[in-house]
């Protein structure tokens, strides 16, 4: 039988805030731009531009964009990046900074938004405003914040295999408009046995993310503590549910002949899951620092990405 394991990363240990200031000399810098177009290639040269201007050492990932838009910089794989950077900019949308997370967060490495995607609630630094908030952030005027990783290993044929994401590991129906049985282990706790779409498990950063369409609560950065959101139940008493976030979790897909399942990563990632399989969830302590412009926050995020009402 194949066994899945999903790990939720944290920062292990703290019951402090984990919002700081982050005051460093950056030496050399990675852009992940691996999406194409006319608004990644400006905004990718406005940044070029900045770093050049403080005479810092700049690679940028290789790919058809970094041809094209600038020739003349050095290139590197992402892991080359992540090895010798001291900060990672990622161009591009929410898309690009879950990508770039999976990548960075186990290099230690801070990672910085520029947004060029439809939310961008992580993105957070807007194209209008990168010279601005770009220098400021190189001369130490930024906040970084700990956030939540995803880790999922899982036996195949040849041996141990690794996936990651930041916001939310999902398990659903392989097969369009079918519903899936599973059985919930808390702790190794019998929970619930549930037939439904599937289940999301979410982190913190997620909750504002596929776990918010689908009715689970908002959760603050902070918090240590993952929701599951069940996906369209057959039950009328069916919520989400928040857990500690030292919890381990345990889903074991039933065995009915022919119902396969899909465990998918930030919707980026996703493997097949067959009938008596199992997905482990808990955490582990390796957390992304995310960086922001200093004096963002994440009630003000949720005020402009969500619409919230404003004084």
């Not at 066994?3 to 030496?27: D, T």
Request: with cysteine.
């Amino acid at each position: 039988m194949i066994e899945f394991i999903a790990i939720l990363s944290f920062n292990a240990g703290s019951k402090e805030p984990r919002l700081g200031q982050l005051q460093m000399a950056y030496k050399q810098v990675g852009i992940f731009s691996s999406i194409s177009g006319p608004l990644v290639a400006e905004s990718l040269k406005r940044v070029v531009a900045v770093l050049a201007a403080r005479d810092i050492q700049t690679v940028i990932e290789v790919s058809e964009l970094a041809a094209t838009a600038t020739p003349s910089l050095q290139t590197a794989t992402r892991e080359a990046i992540c090895r010798s950077a001291d900060l990672v900019i990622a161009i591009g949308g929410d898309g690009s900074m879950l990508s770039a997370a999976r990548d960075v967060a186990a290099f230690g490495v801070p990672l910085l938004g520029i947004n060029r995607g439809r939310l961008g609630f992580l993105a957070d630094v807007s194209p209008e405003d990168i010279e601005t908030q770009l220098n400021a952030v190189l001369s130490g005027e930024s906040e970084s914040e700990a956030h939540f990783l995803l880790e999922g290993s899982f036996a195949e044929a040849q041996g141990m295999a690794i996936a990651t994401a930041l916001n939310e590991v999902t398990i659903h129906s392989a097969t369009m408009a079918r519903m899936i049985e599973f059985d919930l282990y808390i702790d190794d706790v019998f929970v619930y046995k549930q037939s439904s779409d599937g289940l999301i498990i979410s982190s913190p950063t997620g909750s504002t993310a596929y776990a918010l369409s689908a009715g689970g609560p908002i959760m603050h950065p902070s918090l240590d503590a993952m929701v599951l959101v069940p996906m369209f139940p057959h039950s009328l008493n069916s919520r989400p549910l928040v857990v500690p976030g030292d919890s381990e979790l345990r889903i074991t897909l039933g065995d009915k002949l022919g119902a396969e399942a899909k465990v998918s990563f930030d919707s980026q990632l996703e493997f097949l899951m067959h009938p008596g399989e199992s997905v482990r969830v808990r955490k582990h302590p390796e957390p992304l620092q995310l960086l922001h412009p200093r004096g963002q926050n994440f009630y003000g995020v949720c005020r402009s990405k969500l619409g919230w009402a404003s004084r």
